[in-house]
């Protein structure tokens, strides 16, 4: 009768039953006896680095020197990440929005199409010297890196 009365309690009130945690059980292991190897030497050899041609050594200076036509319009101050901002202060002259810029620091050169600039979170079409403007960049860019036009 009382085992009744539970069951209809169970079923009023949505009460499931209480499963017990059986204890987890443990394999027995079986421990080898380490084998030991011996060990092998290898006989030494010496490495001689190869030394750059002077031509090379010439081209790989000549890589980060820029274009001379182009003018340094101003510094990258910070970059966002996630959105793919820079924050660029103009240092002279004027950025148009379609304006080809090139960006270049010690590990970044790249060309890229000014596409939306912005100024106080509002869209600009025309930056000019002194001015602080957020820059949307197509790769990573590093603070202190120049803005070329």
């Known amino acids: 009768m009382f085992r009744k009365i539970v069951d209809v309690l169970k079923e009023v009130f949505w009460i499931k039953p209480s499963r017990k945690k059986s204890k987890p059980t443990r394999r027995k292991t079986v421990k080898k006896s380490p084998v030991k190897k011996k060990a092998v030497k290898k006989p030494?050899?010496?490495v001689i680095p190869k030394?750059?041609?002077a031509a090379v050594a010439k081209a790989s200076k000549k890589a980060s020197v820029i274009d001379p036509s182009l003018a340094q319009?101003?510094?990258i101050t910070h970059y966002f990440d996630r959105i793919k901002v820079s924050v660029v202060k103009l240092t002279q002259g004027t950025i148009l929005i379609g304006d080809k810029l090139t960006i270049q620091g010690e590990k970044t050169k790249f060309v890229q199409k000014v596409w939306s600039m912005q100024?106080?979170?509002e869209d600009?079409?025309?930056a000019?010297?002194?001015q602080i403007i957020g820059?949307?960049?197509?790769?990573i860019v590093v603070v202190g890196d120049k803005v070329y036009k």
């Open 128 to 130: 000019k010297k002194g």
């Open 51 to 53: 030394a750059k041609p």
């Open 73 to 75: 319009v101003g510094v």
């Open 124 to 126: 600009v079409k025309v």
């Open 135 to 139: 820059l949307k960049v197509d790769k």
């Open 119 to 121: 100024i106080e979170s």
């Open 44 to 46: 030494k050899t010496k």
